[in-house]
């Protein structure tokens, strides 16, 4: 006995091809590849149904994985996914800002270079004062840049009670 994992597609536009998984909607188009030939993935009007061969852990664990992604892009379509980032500093006054495709970080704990992380094409930044919005349809790809965005932005040898500067996630995708 295997498990079917169902995924609601309606107000979306969903294909299904040999081993591509198409979500188009109002924000944008989604693609996810099926890498697993176990998989059997059928469209019943507005449901997707993701099942495995046999029932065996880990098909049935890629199986639920897939149908995950499939929900994710589908409310990713519909509205976009939001991380939200805030500069904090103690000891500078740092500025953030969005220049082309790099979010430059100025005076950061006094340094004198600034600070730049390159911006993927699909996710869009907005900074106001020491607030940042990563925004995006895709929700691995907007917490991927927010993470980014934390983990180049710190404050490395030297005591964390004393220096907390650094950049954020105050809200997750």
Same mark, same amino acid.
Do not use: C, W
């Given at each position: 006995?295997s498990t079917k994992f169902k995924v609601d597609v309606s107000g979306?536009?969903?294909?299904?091809?040999?081993?591509?998984?198409?979500?188009?909607?109002?924000?944008?188009?989604?693609?996810?590849?099926?890498?697993?030939?176990?998989?059997?993935?059928?469209?019943?009007?507005?449901t997707l149904h993701v099942d495995a061969d046999r029932d065996i852990?880990?098909?049935?664990?890629?199986?639920?994985?897939?149908?995950?992604?499939?929900?994710?892009?589908?409310?990713?379509?519909?509205?976009?996914?939001?991380?939200?980032?805030?500069?904090?500093?103690?000891?500078?006054?740092?500025?953030v800002k969005v220049s082309g495709d790099k979010l430059i970080v100025?005076?950061?704990? $006094?340094?004198?270079?600034?600070?730049?992380?390159?911006?993927? %094409? +699909?996710?869009? #930044?907005?900074?106001? =004062?020491?607030? !940042?919005?990563?925004?995006?349809?895709?929700?691995?790809?907007?917490?991927?840049?927010? $993470?980014?965005?934390?983990?180049?932005?710190?404050?490395?040898? %030297? +005591?964390?009670? #004393?220096?907390?500067? =650094?950049?954020? !996630?105050?809200?997750?995708?």
């Open positions: 006995m979306v536009d969903l294909n299904i091809s040999e081993n591509t998984i198409t979500v188009k909607g109002k924000e944008g188009e989604l693609k996810t590849e099926i890498k697993y030939p176990f998989l059997q993935i059928n469209l019943d009007g507005t852990a880990y098909q049935k664990a890629i199986a639920g994985t897939l149908a995950a992604m499939v929900r994710n892009m589908v409310k990713g379509v519909n509205e976009k996914y939001t991380a939200e980032l805030e500069l904090i500093y103690m000891h500078f006054p740092a500025t100025e005076n950061f704990v $006094g340094e004198r270079k600034p600070r730049e992380i390159k911006l993927p %094409k +699909d996710v869009e #930044v907005k900074v106001t =004062g020491t607030k !940042i919005k990563v925004s995006g349809i895709d929700k691995y790809l907007v917490g991927q840049v927010a $993470g980014t965005i934390e983990s180049k932005i710190q404050i490395k040898n %030297k +005591d964390r009670r #004393v220096f907390k500067d =650094g950049i954020f !996630i105050t809200k997750k995708p």
